[in-house]
Nanobody, 127 residues
Framework: QVQLVESGGGLVQPGGSLRLSCAASGRTFSSGTMGWFRQAPGKEREFVAAIGWSWNGVRPYYADSVKGQFTISRNSAKNTVYLQMNSLKPEDTAVYYC??????????????????WGQGTQVTVSS
């Protein structure tokens, strides 16, 4: 049984940082794609970032809204993906979900392109 377990969420002040982690078990995604989505209250789940094999190696891919602010990385040996979030703003408040697929190419922005999901971790940016 495949499980994705997120951690690292919490309450942070505007301008602060958080690092989310997602550990996968039950299947390896070293040749696939792992990503992060987020869902704010009353809004649809939206793509944040993904990392996976591209034609020239493992590459990240970001939503325009988080480029330069968030960094995605992975440790294939640990089957874990990370999301470093800096300069956080109140509009970054959401439940953050980890997602994974065995398919390559990180330009996967639709929820339907991922086969496995974590339970989500709450990130709240507030003073």
């Amino acid at each position: 049984q495949v499980q994705l377990v997120e951690s690292g969420g919490g309450l942070v002040q505007p301008g602060g940082s958080l690092r989310l982690s997602c550990a996968a078990s039950g299947r390896t995604f070293s040749s696939g794609t792992m990503g992060w989505f987020r869902q704010a209250p009353g809004k649809e789940r939206e793509f944040v970032a993904a990392i996976g094999w591209s034609w020239n190696g493992v590459r990240p891919y970001y939503a325009d809204s988080v480029k330069g602010q968030f960094t995605i990385s992975r440790n294939s040996a640990k089957n874990t993906v990370y999301l470093q979030m800096n300069s956080l703003k109140p509009e970054d408040t959401a439940v953050y979900y980890c997602a994974a697929t065995t398919a390559a190419m990180p330009q996967r922005v639709d929820v339907d392109e991922y086969d496995y999901w974590g339970q989500g971790t709450q990130v709240t940016v507030s003073s």
